[in-house]
């Protein structure tokens, strides 16, 4: 059993940044791969960002292309989404989740391949 614990969230005017973080109970939390996913009030969860084990492969969806940028810090069991140029429709709860052990070098991006999940950080952006 993974736990998951996210922080960061919180409220913030348009064009601002933050950066959630989300910490990891596992200390072989390097050999997994890790994504930040989202939903907004009455809409799906969405794939935002992914990171492989070793950090060499990261996607993410195209809408936060160029503006939200995940890392991971193996020594700390932790990954981050920073998050900058935030928008009004960027406003969700913010989901953590890894896959367990993942020998793939890529990063899965559907909701289907993520065994555990955090409980979610509230962003809102303000126009």
């Known amino acids: 059993q993974v736990q998951l614990v996210e922080s960061g969230g919180g409220l913030v005017q348009a064009g601002g940044s933050l950066r959630l973080s989300c910490a990891a109970s596992?200390?072989?939390?390097?050999?997994?791969?890790m994504g930040w996913f989202r939903q907004a009030p009455g809409k799906e969860r969405e794939f935002v960002a992914s990171?492989?084990?070793?950090?060499?492969?990261?996607y993410s969806e195209d809408s936060v292309k160029g503006r939200f940028t995940i890392s991971r810090d193996d020594a700390k069991n932790t990954v981050y989404l920073q998050m900058n140029s935030l928008r009004p429709e960027d406003t969700a709860v913010y989901y953590c989740?890894?896959?367990?052990?993942?020998?793939?070098?890529?990063?899965?991006?559907?909701?289907?391949?993520?065994?555990?999940w955090g409980q979610g950080t509230q962003v809102t952006v303000t126009s």
């Open positions: 596992k200390r072989l939390f390097s050999m997994y791969a």
């Open positions: 990171i492989s084990w070793s950090g060499g492969s990261r």
């Open positions: 989740a890894t896959t367990g052990p993942y020998e793939s070098a890529v990063p899965p991006t559907w909701k289907s391949e993520y065994q555990y």
